[in-house]
């Protein structure tokens, strides 16, 4: 007998005797179905405080900035976002919102000061001072916008970015100074590139330095990459967007790292980062000596540098170097000890783990190891001799929070402190050894929880509880909860599957089924974590009749090298065939109607659709393609280069993997939806798709919606897309029923 975990048993216990009807347009509206869902969860330095981003309770599409003060118990509103509900976004706020992939609007991000008596907040393409015991102050009031404010160590000053220079206020005065003066065009200072935000998980480009006084930052010149005429078209007509936009095997920005100081005007040191002009700039920080510690990554990522630099020399030296015969994957894991020595990550061994290396960069000894990947280190208590790290150690699907020693004693063995089965994820405290618990499961809405050193409870921020008074209630006694298990790829792989199995569906009666797909190498969707609108339309399809199911195919994360690197230079081969092989499984399952299988997805999930549809129609009646890539020529150097190489590689990997080239072969009914303003995939992927197919005389429906980017944040548009979609496969699947 499979037993059912705490929190559904809770559930049913509670639920309501008849339940509302679960509708899309109920998906989108306020407040949202997830209940308090905190996001950008951070301690304050001192430990004292946790701020986070709550949604608006009348409107579930903007974000207040709330502090939870964890002596008293209390939690109080810093920032009300209807303050902010009338003035307009600024383009390099949205852009940068858009990298982020935050949805909602109001307050967006913050950042605490390291005295954890005030935060800075961005918004209306100003910069507003929030201390917390006092007024909100306004500190610029220009018309050009200033993105990615940050304080320096000691609080007296404030930097930020504005056409492409950087600057710093004394927040005292509020007078104002820059740092450069030869931004402007295609020069930018301070600021992270389009791959660097988009791929590489750098949000900024400038870091302060420990003591305050110098300020390291990225010099970028975009003028080889090239300018593109981007038509956003919205409701009201038509604005060109002028865009540099790097094109796989095209040029990228021409990156140089400069050293300022703060007071005074001497010239910038540069940072010596070789003789390589064409390299990615992949992370930057300040070492206790006053060095900087540099991430160099070449060109085809298959090597990553470490660099040690001389802040007032410039000099460098290579402590490390990571290389594979694949890609090496980028990380946050870097910490340093106070006598130098620091913890680093590596896919060495064929899984993540963490070691600990010299001053030098000598490794020492591993922190983890085993087979099973290290997620991310998510924080380091020198004193008392530990990190805390997330990891699968259980497996792909859960994702727990681990405690292992600094002396590597129990690398092999270390202490599992999550108790839930679902999804964990710790944010720790700079002092007092005290964390936080980011929870989930496939059963509970996003929970928010201080805990001890090994686990236990201490408080809640957030318990989001499944009760009378949850958004959700009104719907528990419908809910489906998903079963887990796996299947076999063509090559004897295990392959992690998920599935929603309607009510009342048996032999007698079968049902149509629909494979929700992303597939490719940064993501995956079988995971035991409540995930928000996409889950609960996944919940409503199921609800109305249609078996969900969903597989992690080969080069999906979580399951280490080996299994991620199948999809090196096999983009639309081995993803696609795996989600065949999740199809052919619903074929055997006698309560599943094998000729009515349908296969949907967004992004790299729209391209896995767009080729599950081409190659494998025995398996597929029908898709949903939504914004996604059709010719990997059209997407950015970083992420198609990482996986494919350059277009001018050998074996005619690009020519294979366009699905434009095979609009001949499509024979089943087909949905391309794309929004009208997306900077990140571009509308040209399915205006070409659509070319391709009206050339070959392929029927298929069609949706763009003006407006809406890479991810559909506006409600009307957003619930239009679901109805459309939900639509397009009970005509294909259920024959209009």
């Not at 072969?665 to 197919?693: C, K």
Request: hydrophobic fraction near 40%; aromatic fraction near 10%.
């Amino acid at each position: 007998m499979r037993l059912l975990p705490f929190a559904l048993v809770s559930l049913l216990l509670t639920t309501p005797a008849q339940a509302e009807t679960l509708t899309i347009d109920r998906l989108v509206a306020s407040p949202s179905l997830s209940g308090a869902a905190p996001r950008g969860v951070h301690f304050s330095p001192d430990g004292r405080m946790v701020a986070y981003l709550e949604r608006a309770e009348s409107d579930a599409s903007r974000r207040d900035l709330w502090a939870y003060d964890l002596a008293t118990g209390k939690a109080v509103m810093l920032l009300d976002s209807a303050e902010f509900a009338a003035a307009p976004e600024s383009e390099a706020e949205r852009a940068r919102r858009e990298r982020q992939r935050i949805a909602e609007t109001g307050v967006t991000e913050y950042v605490w000061d390291q005295q954890g008596k005030a935060v800075l907040v961005p918004k209306s393409g100003d910069i507003w001072l929030k201390p917390l015991d006092g007024p909100v102050r306004r500190m610029t009031s220009t018309e050009a916008p200033e993105t990615d404010p940050k304080f320096s160590p000691d609080g007296r000053r404030i930097a930020y970015v504005r056409d492409g220079n950087l600057y710093v206020m004394d927040v005292a005065s509020g007078v104002e100074k820059p740092i450069t003066r030869d931004g402007g065009g295609t020069v930018r200072n301070g600021e992270a590139e389009f791959v660097a935000q988009e791929e590489m998980g750098r949000q900024t480009g400038y870091w302060w330095s420990r003591d305050g006084s110098h300020i390291a930052f990225a010099r970028i010149d975009e003028r080889a990459v090239p300018l593109v005429n981007r038509y956003d078209y919205g409701p009201d007509g038509v604005m060109v967007v002028p865009q540099r936009y790097p094109f796989a095997g095209g040029a990228n920005v021409a990156v140089r790292l400069l050293v300022a100081a703060v007071e005074g005007d001497s010239a910038p040191v540069e940072i010596d980062l070789g003789t390589e002009p064409d390299i990615y700039l992949a992370r930057v920080a300040w070492k206790p000596d006053g060095g900087l510690a540099v991430q160099r990554m070449s060109r085809d990522q298959k090597r990553l540098d470490l660099l040690f630099a001389d802040a007032t020399t410039g000099r460098t030296q290579v402590a490390l170097s990571e290389t594979a015969a694949t890609w090496v994957d980028l990380h946050d894991d870097l910490r340093f000890l106070k006598d130098g020595r620091f913890i680093w990550s590596s896919e060495a061994s064929g899984y993540r783990h963490l070691y600990l290396h010299d001053a030098d960069g000598k490794r020492l000894y591993p922190l983890t190891r085993g087979e099973w990947p290290v997620d991310d280190l998510a924080g380091l208590d020198e004193e008392a001799g530990f990190i805390l790290f997330n990891g699968f150690r259980e497996g792909p699907t859960e994702r727990h929070v681990y405690r292992a020693r600094l002396d590597g004693s129990d690398a092999a063995a270390p202490e599992r402190i999550s108790r839930e089965e679902g999804w964990h994820g710790a944010v720790v405290a700079e002092k007092g050894g005290a964390w936080l618990d980011n929870f989930s499961s496939a059963t509970q809405p996003p929970q928010l929880s201080l805990r001890a050193a090994d686990g236990a409870l201490r408080h809640w921020l957030q318990e989001n509880r499944l009760d009378k008074d949850h958004p959700y209630f009104p719907y528990l006694a419908d809910h489906i909860a998903p079963q887990f298990g796996t299947l076999k790829a063509e090559d004897g792989t295990d392959l992690h599957w998920a599935m929603l199995k309607p009510k009342g569906v048996d032999a007698a009666q079968k049902a149509p089924a629909i494979l929700y797909t992303y597939g490719g190498p940064t993501a995956q969707v079988v995971k035991k974590q409540w995930g928000g609108r996409t889950q609960l339309f996944l919940q409503a399809l199921a609800q109305s009749g249609y078996v969900v199911f969903m597989v992690d195919n080969r080069g999906t994360p979580a399951r280490g090298k080996a299994f991620l690197d199948k999809i090196h230079n096999a983009f639309g081969t081995v993803e696609n065939d795996d989600q065949a092989a999740g199809a052919a499984y619903l074929k055997r399952l006698d309560f599943v109607d094998g000729e009515r299988i349908g296969i949907y997805g967004h992004s790299y999930g729209g391209y896995n659709t767009l080729m599950a549809l081409i190659r494998h129609p025995e398996m597929f009646a029908a898709g949903v393609s939504a914004a996604p890539v059709t010719d990997w020529h059209l997407y950015d150097t970083h992420y198609t280069e990482r996986f494919i190489g350059k277009p001018d590689g050998a074996g005619g990997i690009y020519e294979r993997a366009d699905a434009t080239k095979l609009a001949a072969r499509l024979t089943r009914p087909l949905l391309l939806i794309h929004g009208m303003a997306d900077d990140n995939v571009f509308l040209d992927n399915s205006v070409r798709m659509a070319a391709a197919l009206q050339h070959e005389r392929k029927l298929f429906d069609m949706m763009f919606y003006p407006g809406e980017r890479h991810g559909f944040y506006d409600p009307d548009l957003a619930a239009h897309y679901l109805l459309q979609a939900k639509d397009f496969f009970d005509r294909t699947l259920k024959g209009g029923r």
